[in-house]
């Protein structure tokens, strides 16, 4: 059974850093591409990040880049998303997917609160 | 960036047929695009419920089917169930992997 479980959620102040995680089990990691996608309350789904297992790379959406890292350790079949310079409109629910460019979106987590405020 | 473009809300009635469109601001909506079709109800995380346009997943129901049709990505619920009340979003994608969505279609099932 495939399982996604996020962690690392927090309310952090404007400027600061966090870390997601999402494990990963039922699957093999190293094969499948993996993502994030953030739903702020009330709001749609938004697409912010994937790792590709197609050709290695990482992807981001534009109102990230620059301040967000995805990255993944094998060993411990874990997905990251290093969320730097936070921005009170990052608040929301990251949702960690397995998905990506060569890879089917199809696994959801449950999702983690990020919740960005002085 | 592209935008995807999604019906804000629809309506159906029990046991009726309806159809969720998904058209893109670049243009056609083409395989090349990839197109996902995904369910959220209240208080929970997606799910998915097509991919590629037209492919289901095992837990997809039979009365969900995706097509591409007239240069847009649509979702058809043929014989709507109360438990279909949801949010369903689509997804493109560009680029060689730049994901974006629409921005949902709330359904509801009178």
């Known amino acids: 059974e495939v399982q996604l479980v996020e962690s690392g959620g927090a309310l952090v102040q404007p400027g600061g850093s966090l870390r997601l995680s999402c494990a990963a089990s039922?699957?093999?990691?190293?094969?499948?591409?993996m993502s994030w996608v953030r739903q702020a309350s009330g709001k749609g789904l938004q697409w912010v990040s994937s790792?590709?297992?197609?050709?290695?790379?990482?992807l981001y959406a534009d109102s990230v880049k620059g301040r967000f890292t995805i990255s993944r350790d094998t060993s411990k079949n874990t997905l990251y998303l290093q969320m730097d310079s936070l921005r009170v409109d990052d608040t929301a629910v990251y949702y960690c997917?397995?998905?990506?460019?060569?890879?089917?979106?199809?696994?959801w987590g449950q999702g983690a609160l990020v919740s960005v405020s002085s | 960036q592209a935008v995807v473009t999604q019906e804000p809300s629809l309506t159906v009635s029990l046991g009726g047929t309806v159809t969720l469109t998904c058209g893109s601001s670049?243009?056609?909506?083409?395989?090349?695009?990839?197109p996902y079709w995904f369910q959220q109800k209240p208080g929970q995380a997606p799910t998915t419920l097509i991919y590629?346009?037209?492919n289901k997943r095992p837990w997809t129901p039979a009365r969900f089917s995706g097509s591409l049709l007239g240069g847009k990505s649509v979702l058809t619920l043929s014989g709507a169930q109360p438990d279909d009340e949801a949010e369903y979003y689509c997804?493109?994608?560009?680029?060689?992997?730049?994901?974006?969505f629409g921005g949902g279609t709330k359904l509801t099932v009178l």
């Open positions: 790792y590709s297992v197609r050709d290695g790379r990482a």
């Open positions: 039922g699957f093999i990691f190293s094969e499948s591409g």
């Open positions: 590629n346009a037209i």
């Open positions: 997917l397995r998905g990506g460019w060569g890879t089917m979106f199809d696994y």
């Open positions: 670049t243009g056609t909506v083409t395989n090349d695009h990839y």
């Open positions: 997804l493109l994608v560009y680029n060689s992997g730049f994901a974006v």
